[in-house]
């Protein structure tokens, strides 16, 4: 059963910030967001989790609506080597398993 | 994070033969995993590599198609044996520390293309 829904693909302009959205309204209260994102080729790349309070990192901030039913995550500046699949994955904090969907294909432009 | 090397990064192989891929981290980690990317597909989880025990496998993979060994806290070994074109895939092994609120890290991935 499919936990998370983004959308199949979306396109960014290079030097502006890229939101992408998440959707998991069935989320548990001991389940976390995460985010990883796959630019091809290679293996996928940790980018931030989060439970309830909004994060930042290096990478991006992720932002989790109060009721924890969406989430987005926000490239602040994108380039194009952050043209990738991205995925949005919620998993609780003892369950090993990363559930994989289809992710969000992001193209960055010039 | 960790450092994670996969051997061989690609390999070309015949059908009816066997590829044992190598998974080696640069500290120790509790937990070890194996997947499979299928072309256009998303990543699948195949099994977890268990230290001093046999590997919990996933609904859909069998140990005697796909044997793991992982005989420390920093190596694990996949073997995809009798292999046809169907197992052509990439295979990525990822590590996980425990304690806390854990992060998975992957490997660059074994690009396997079956003939």
């Known amino acids: 059963d499919a936990k998370t829904t983004q959308p199949p693909s979306m396109d960014c302009a290079e030097g502006r910030a890229a939101n992408l959205p998440c959707n998991h309204s069935t989320i548990s209260g001991n389940e976390y967001v995460y985010w990883y994102r796959q630019i091809h080729s290679q293996g996928p790349q940790y980018i931030i989790h989060g439970l309830k309070n909004n994060e930042t990192n290096e990478m991006a901030s992720l932002i989790i609506t109060e009721d924890r039913k969406s989430s987005t995550l926000i490239l602040p500046h994108a380039t194009l080597r952050d043209t990738a699949v991205y995925y949005c994955i919620v998993r609780s904090n003892n369950d090993y398993k990363l559930s994989f969907g289809a992710g969000t294909t992001v193209t960055v432009r010039a | 994070s960790a450092v994670i090397s996969q051997k061989p990064s690609r390999d070309i192989c015949q059908r009816g033969t066997s590829l044992t891929i190598q998974c080696q981290v640069d500290?120790?980690?509790?937990?070890m995993f194996w997947y499979r990317q299928q072309p256009g597909q998303s990543l699948t989880l195949i099994a977890t590599?268990?230290?001093?025990?046999?590997?919990?496998?996933e609904s859909g993979f069998v140990i005697d198609k796909f044997p793991i060994s992982r005989p420390n806290l920093t190596f694990s070994t996949l073997t995809v044996s009798n292999m046809s074109p169907e197992d052509s895939s990439i295979y990525l092994c990822s590590v996980e520390r425990t304690g806390g609120v854990e992060t998975q890290y992957f490997g660059p991935g074994t690009r396997l293309l079956v003939l």
């Open positions: 500290s120790q980690v509790t937990m």
């Open positions: 590599a268990n230290q001093g025990s046999e590997a919990t496998y």
